[in-house]
Every structure is written in C-alpha cells, then in structure tokens.
C-alpha cells in the first residue's frame, strides 16, 4: 500500500502534523495509533470506492449477511496483514521509536456480540471480501458491547464496555443514507379501487443511521462493507419551545437512542424485553430498506429481486426481515400477496444454530401486536395460509398443524417463521443438522425436504493463524510455500513432514515461545508466574451448563486431592487455564466461576502441589485475549454434553494452532475426528445418541454414579464440606444440588469416570515428544477444512448463488 517504508515513514510524520498537530516527540501511543488507522481506512476508501462501483456496474448479485452481533475485535493488525502492509509499517515504526504489538494494544475490541454466533459473522465477512464475494453485513452500533468483566474476590462484576470512548477510525457516518423505522401506531383499513389498503397512523418514528466499515479482503483489492445501524431521534429543535417540552424532548432522545444503547449479553437465554424486540426490528426494517435502495438504482422490475439479492438471517434474531419484506412489497410497491410471498421466501435463508429449547425464541403475541401492529397482521396472514395448507396436507392431525404453526397460544415461534419463510435452512455441523432433520425440525424437514442443508462453521485462517500465530504461518510458508494462504487446504502439505525430527522441533520451538509470551501477559496481569514448561490445558468459551466448564473444575479438584494424598505422584506439570463470561442474569453460572477462582486460590498457593498443578482464571475473554491464548494452548477442552454444541468454533482456532482437542463427539468435534482419527484427539464421554436416549426416557440415574464411584462423590462431597479445600459448609450447596436435583441434566457426573482416564492419556502421550508433535502437525495439518473460507464457499454456490 505504501511504495517503500520511507515513504510511509514521511506520510506518517505528516499526517500525525495534519491529523494532531503533533511532532513526534510529543505523540503517545494512542495517537500513533489513531493516525495509523485513519491513513489505512482512507487509503481503503479508493478500493472500497471501486469495488461498489464494480458491483453496480457489473449488477451483481449482493448477499447481506444480518446479524444481531458481529464480534470483530481489533481491525488494525488484521487490515494491515490483508493489506500486505504488516511487516513494512512495522519496521516504518519501529525506526519512528515505535512497536506495532503496542499501538495494537491501543485499540478497544468492537465486541459486539457473545460468543460463537457473533464470532461467526466476523469471519465470514472476512472470507467473503477475502475471496472477492460481493457479501455485506447489516447489524447494530451498539454504544455498549459485551460486558467488561472484572473478577472480584472471585466473583465476576460486569462494567459497561463503552468501547467508542476514543472513537471508531475503521466507520464512517452516512447521515446521506439514512432511513426512517416506524414503531406502535395503528392500522387503518380502507378499500381503494376493490383493494385493500392498509395504512398505520400515530406511529413512532425512529431515525436509523448507518456507519460503515469497511471489510478489506486479503490482497487489499476487494472491500465489501459491514453497514451497522444507530438509533437517532427525528424531532428537530423548531418542534420544541417552553420547558416542559424541552424535557419531554430529551425523555424522547434518550428512549429513541436507547434502541442502539446495548448488546444483550445472553447468548442462549431467552431475552424477553420490549427493548430487544425493538432493536430486531430496527436492524431488520432499515437493513431492508437500504438494500431495496441500491436494488433501485438497478431500475429492474421487483420480480428480479432474488436473482440480485440473497438476505441471510444468522439465527433467528432478524427473522422480521421475513414480514418486512413484506410490508414493503405489499404497502409500498404495491403486489398482491401472492406474487409478494414468492418473492419473499426466494430471497430469504436461514441458518439455526442451537437446539437448546430455552435459545429458541418466542415473543408474546401481545407485544408484537403493540409495538408492530401491521407487521403482526402479515405474520397472521402468513400463518394462516401456512397452516390451511397443512390441514389440506395431514387431515384428520391436528397436532402436527399445532405443533407446525407460527402462532402458538400467545406466542410467536420464530424458529417456524424463519423456516416457512425462507428457501434455505441450514445447521452448522453436519451432527447438528442431522439433530434438526431427525428431531428438532422433523415435520419441517418432512414438509420441505429440500431446503434443509448442512454448512460446517468455520474460522478465518487470516485472524486466528497468520496474525494470531506469526511464527507457525511464516514455518508453514518456509516448509510449503505460501499458497496456502489463499487455499488453507494446502496446509494438508506439511503432513509428510510430521515425522521429521527438524520440523518438530521447530513446531515445539514455536509453542514454547508463545507459552512464555502468554507466561508474561499472565504474569502482567494477575501477577501469578506461570511454569512455561507445563502442560497448558485450555478452556476458553462462554459460561454455560452444557459446554462444562464445572466437569473441568472438579477434575482439577479431584487431581489436587490426589497430590495431596499422594505429593509424589507422578504426574506433567499442568496450568489450567480458564476464560469465560458468564450472562449477569445466570446465577449458576457465576457460581462456577467463583468456584473455579476459589480452587485457583487455594491450588496456587498450596507449596506442596503448585509444582504440579497451576489454575489461571483470565478476566474478560475476548477476542483479543483470544488470540493471545490459544496459540499457547497444548490441550483444547471441547467437552460439552453431546448434542448440546451446535458446531463450536474455539475447537477450530485450537486445532489450527496445534493443539490437541481433549472432546465429545459434539458439534464439529466429530468432522475433526472424521479427518484426524482416535490417534490425534483425545476423545472421551457418551455419544449424542445415548445423550437423546437418555433424554427421551426422563435421564440416567445420578445418585447410582454418586454412590457407586468413590472418585465422584468424594468430589462432590467438598463442594458442601471442608475436606482438603477451604470451602466452607454449605458453600457450594447450589453447585451441588444442580447436578443432583436436577437429575445432572448436563452428563457431568456420567462422563466424569471417562474424563479423569482421558486426562490420564494426555499425561501420557506428553510425555512422548515426538509423538505430541506429530499429533500437533496432523492436527494443523487438517485444519484448512475449516476454515471459513471453505465454509463461504459453500454458502457462495450451494445457498446463495454468487460467483467470486
Ligand atoms: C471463537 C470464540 C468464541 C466461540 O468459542 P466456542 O468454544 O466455540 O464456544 C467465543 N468467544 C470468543 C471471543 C471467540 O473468539
């Protein structure tokens, strides 16, 4: 991007004079930082400019990728690798007196999603723009993001994470295109020329703003857009005089705004707020309206629609893209329903990605009918044809209409609305969909054979390898060459050198040195020294019942009492390492994580076993924090209740980075092992079959595992006793009783035998170097198949129909 590092150097200098107003001399590292991201986003500009002509020109077909959440992190590092500018602004700025990695540090995380789900939608807009695909994002600009968490006194405390503090230099703000969302009001029905027409009065009107960043695709050439959306209010100041009104007019403000306000930090719990249903709204009506925007410039008949635009819903957060559509069709263009409907459902797809019953979402019927009242009477529409169609289809069985039906008692089943209303519907591992065809989604699956499909997730091999892991990316390129970036399945190269002694030495050379770059950072920021030369056993992921982290902790409770009993034992140093938010509403999950600070405690002070045993709970995990941890990760922990994990995406990110999955057969654990096989992983635990037969008879008998194994209850047993932890009586007795009252819905105990004797093997299969990294190299090897490169490729020609 810049001719030579001299001439970067001089720009540079310029513009810190032009943007501050500073000489060097007197820059800190923020402002280095703000004038390097502002000179990459302009630099950008020209690309991003030349690419929607492109596309307009060219009239290609666009896919608008909606999504409650995008969980990006920082865009420095990795717009100036995509750029291919990384190493020449590095040695620009260190001649300047200046280290990348820190002014890196200065950026905050755009953290505007949970977990997984939102991480997603991060890599793929990555891969879309990577590979020249004509693919945007259309989300929320959220003032707030997740969370902050600090850990106090073990306990987690959430703090807003108000990461526009210092501005955003990656958006720009398109006041030009901005469109106006309409809430409550109510509908008049009148008959005009022997139609219908319905027009809604006394509505609220909202103004959605966009701001868009720019996405630079690998090469720097190709730069889609991630168009996030706030809430601003329209009443101007000439509509306000006296005091009272200057009140009322701030009370607007500050409830019209509140609609862009925050992210819900659940990710799986139904959220059931007035507010939330209001943002799913904005993100759905002014993301359509904008696309409906460009279509028009393209001045094709409406029919043509889905031959130019594909609209994805990434769960189903932005289903009411489904009646918005149409609404516009009907109110404002002006079709009749039918010709409305097919358009509709041949533009809209839809991917699933939880069978948890308590994430399917649901709206009471008296809400959606309040704040959208005309789109509540599309849904009805909609589901009264639907469900006079299947009565037609199954007569004489009422209950799989009822079961069917969008409508059910007072509430809105989205899930079923997503899926009527939409051509495509996908899981996201091959065992996850094949859970939604043969359970979950059966009578659908039945109905509409055709549009269930299956599309692994994936990870962006950019972020969570090249930037993330430097060193492992540049050894890859030496031993292969580097096509590898542009086809990650190319990696499958270093596989006739897993038994060379050099390579692994150097694969071994390089996990080491980020084991002792992650030793400081923890050492920096809890102040607890770390053995380098440990095994680094990882468990990084959300807070929740199901991924297990509770399994986890009290095997580390069952190894301590053991070194206590045993202080000889012959056992591979172990640091476990943990990071994970817990939703500020989940009760039980944040016991756990007091729980797990509390055996950190005392394991790390204990001079007799600290040795041997180390236990890291790491505050706030993000994907900053990420990408500094798993490159230093021997064991990746995949251990959720078969069944329970749609795909996971932190097992991809582990794999990528050599180490090895301790896991079920869950989620894309079971594509892993399908390509690596029983000698690279480390499997353990009931299979998902025996998890659903299990469910389908009211679960296994907990207390039968609680008093025939003595390792269990003895675990167990110093949640609610002092025995070799300081736990007071009764302390845990919540922990407790959820797994023995609720009859352990999450398999922990059941799997609990299984686990200790897998951990058991991995203490084994150390201590044998050369096979660890051969494992290693197998596991890297592989890991190209998921990438979501491949991913959106799939999605490219096999949902969406775009060409690259
Ligand atoms: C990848 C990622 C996740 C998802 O991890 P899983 O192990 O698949 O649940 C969550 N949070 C962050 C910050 C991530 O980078």
Redesign the pocket.
Known sequence: MFSNKEAFKQLFQENLVSKLGKPMKEAHKGDIYTVLSSMIREYAGENWADTNQYFQSNQEKQVYYFSMEF?I?RLLGNNLLNLGALELVREGLKELGWDLEEIEEEESDAGLG???L??LAACFLDSLASQRYAGHGCGIRYRYGLFEQKIVEGNQVELPDYWLRNGNEWEVRRPDKKVEVRFWGNVEIREEEKELVFETHNYETVTAIPYDVPVIGYGGEHVNTLRIWSAESTMDYTQISGTNNYYKFLDYNRSVESISEFLYPDDSQYEGKLLRLKQQYFLCSAGLQSILRTFEKLELNIDHLPEKVAIHINDTHPTLVIPELMRILIDVVGLGWAQAWDITSRTVSYTNHTTLSEALEKWPISMVKELLPRIYMIIEEINKQFCGMLMKKYPGQPEIVAQMSIIDGQQLKMANLAIVGSYSVNGVAALHTDILKKREMKPFYNLYPHRFNNKTNG?THRRWMMHANPMLAELISETISTGWMNDPQEMTGILKYSEDRGFQDRIHTIKQHNKLKLTSYIHEKQGIVVDPYSIFDIQ???LHGY?RQLMNVLHIMYLYTQLKQTPSMDIIPRTFIFGAKAAPSYSLAKRIIKLINVVADQVNRDREVNQKLQVIFLEN???S??EKIIPAADVSE?ISTASK?A?????M?FMMNGALTLGTMDGANVEMHEMIGDDNMFLFGLRSEQVLDYYQHGGYAVKDVYDNDARVSEVMDQLVTSGYFCINEHEFGDIFDSIMSTNDEYFVLKDFASYIETHKKIDISYRNSKEWQRKSIVNIAHSGKFTSDYTIRKYASEIWGIRN
């Open positions: 969980l992190g949970n977990g997984g939102g991480r990870i990084v992921k959300r991924k995990y993000s994907v924090i990420a995949q994990e795909s996971g995406t932190g097992n990110k």
